[in-house]
């Protein structure tokens, strides 16, 4: 580690002023002891700044994974709103594109059962005696809960086609 | 919180009174939307999306079973909480994401992302609930 510059230590100095550091460009300020109401810099970041990162990336195809759900959806929706032209007029979505399509919302579909449910046991607080229920007990049950979930639904579903 | 969302500015830390209920209300609203969508999505989207369409029965694929199963109000009625799970998820990462993004206005994004949720939302249930 190289010893603070004049510069530096002139920088760490000066309460209250901007220091941005090279790597991230982010500008932090610390607020100068005084009366008065603090005030808040916001943060600028580029636009790109989660594809540096391999966990910003995953991040956001987290977040992404709502686009794709709700897409789907719409596309449901799409075969609901048919279903008025009656029984001459209708015809369920198909096709290899709607195929390819649901494989890409079931991945999709699938990461955010994975990402949130693995979290269950973070923001769940189940009371114990005086502890808590463990966290990955949670998760595990809550994974266990998916997979008999899925069974059930997909039994009505197809139960419901036959 | 501060008085000022946007870029470019200076803005002034003003502590809030008390908790910010309707904040803790939509983030509960997301972890049940959330839980919920988790659970029963992915089987949707197997069977209706990609097991349906390659041969195997399933519900939508004619409208004698589609008609049937939408003539129970509790089907229509999961239906919509199945709808609304999943455009309340996108209305609220939707609001975060573009806000990290970038996009400086809080109150702008929210009543858009929402708004088109429940919007879709509203015509999911005119759907539903007035079709055959």
Known sequence: ???????????????????????????????????????????????????????????????????????????????????????????????????????????????????????????????????????????????????????????????GGA | MTTHDSTGSRAHHVPRKGPNRLLGLIWAGFASAAVVGALIVPAHILVQGVLGPLGVPSFDRHYGTFARALSDPLVKIYLLVLFACSFYMLAFRVWYVVRELGVPSKLGVGVVSFGLSGAGLVIAGYLLFTGP
């Open chain 1, 1 to 159: 580690m190289s010893p603070l510059s004049p510069r530096d230590v002139s920088h760490a100095q000066l309460d209250g002023e901007a220091r941005a550091t090279a790597s991230d460009r982010v500008s932090a300020r610390m607020p100068a002891a005084t009366a008065e109401p603090a005030i808040a810099y916001p943060v600028k970041q580029p636009f790109t700044w989660w594809t540096r990162r391999r966990g910003y990336l995953l991040y956001m195809l987290r977040e992404f994974t709502a686009v794709g759900i709700a897409a789907w959806m719409l596309l449901f929706l799409v075969e609901v709103a048919r279903m008025r032209q009656g029984a001459a007029g209708y015809q369920p979505l198909g096709g290899p594109l709607f195929v390819a399509i649901s494989v890409v919302c079931l991945a999709l579909a699938l990461w955010h059962s994975y990402t949130f449910l693995s979290l269950a046991g973070l923001f769940m607080r189940i009371p114990l005696g005086d502890r808590t229920v463990s966290p990955r007990i949670i998760a595990r049950a809550m994974f266990g809960a998916l997979a008999v979930v899925t069974v059930a639904i997909a039994g009505l579903l197809i139960w």
